[in-house]
């Protein structure tokens, strides 16, 4: 069965410092993995996702994420952070583009002044 | 284009009480998800449809929960009677691709 683990429940960033959200995943086969926004009261905003070729994913906003197969992580990264990307950020994992998701249980990210 | 639909937006009920989710999704998407968020976790899913045949109700409860999607268009998710454990919000996704799909606003659902 697949799972997604996302370590960090809050994780609190200076503004304009750097972010890295940590996700790792367990699927038997090449896994599609996904990034996800989520604000107060909001559906859920794709920001990147993994398919296959590069394993270095280029997103929305500024983010990134790196597909390491190796270690089954796909961690999110951001080089500087601004107070308007304070929200919940969910690892998502599927077999294909348009399967069902297994997603992580969610990382809260705080930004400070 | 029109994003993935969803009303209420709010709903407060009893325990014991039923209550309905309505969903339409983006024009000519012919997959439509329904994931339950409970508070403090991550989406799980519920059903998932392909044009009006359902493809995993795995994870449904289906003593009190119905869904349908007549007409392989809108959705509908019903919860009768309604458990105070199924207080979350529940949110609708539609796919029309290979590349992932696109989710609701949701309708949060509090049951007292």
């Known amino acids: 069965a697949q799972s997604v683990t996302q370590p960090d429940i809050h994780i609190t960033v200076s503004e304009g410092a750097s972010l890295e959200l940590r996700c790792n995943y367990s699927y038997g086969a090449t896994p599609y993995l996904f990034w996800y926004v989520q604000s107060p009261g909001q559906g859920l905003q794709l920001l990147l996702k993994?398919?296959?070729?590069?394993?270095l994913v280029q997103g929305i906003k500024g983010f990134e994420a790196e597909f390491k197969r190796s270690q089954s992580s796909f961690n999110l990264r951001k080089p500087s952070v601004h107070w308007s990307d304070a929200a919940e950020y969910f690892c998502?994992?599927?077999?294909?583009?348009?399967?069902?998701?297994?997603f992580g249980k969610g990382t809260m990210l705080l930004v400070s002044p | 284009e029109a994003g993935v639909a969803q009303s209420p937006r709010y709903k407060i009920i009893e325990k014991r009480q039923s209550v309905a989710f309505w969903c339409n999704p983006i024009?000519?998407?012919?997959?439509l998800y329904w994931y339950q968020q409970i508070l403090g976790q991550g989406p799980k899913l519920l059903i998932q449809?392909?044009?009006?045949?359902?493809?995993?109700d795995s994870q449904l409860p289906k003593d009190r929960f119905s869904a349908e999607r007549l007409k392989g268009v809108d959705s509908t998710l019903k919860i009768q009677p309604a458990k105070l454990e199924d207080s979350a919000v529940y949110l609708c996704a539609s796919s029309g691709d290979r590349h992932g799909y696109t989710f609701g606003s949701g309708t949060r659902l509090t049951v007292v």
């Open positions: 993994y398919f296959s070729g590069d394993t």
């Open positions: 449809f392909q044009n009006n045949g359902v493809v995993d």
């Open positions: 024009s000519g998407h012919a997959t």
């Open positions: 998502a994992v599927g077999r294909s583009g348009y399967s069902t998701l297994t």
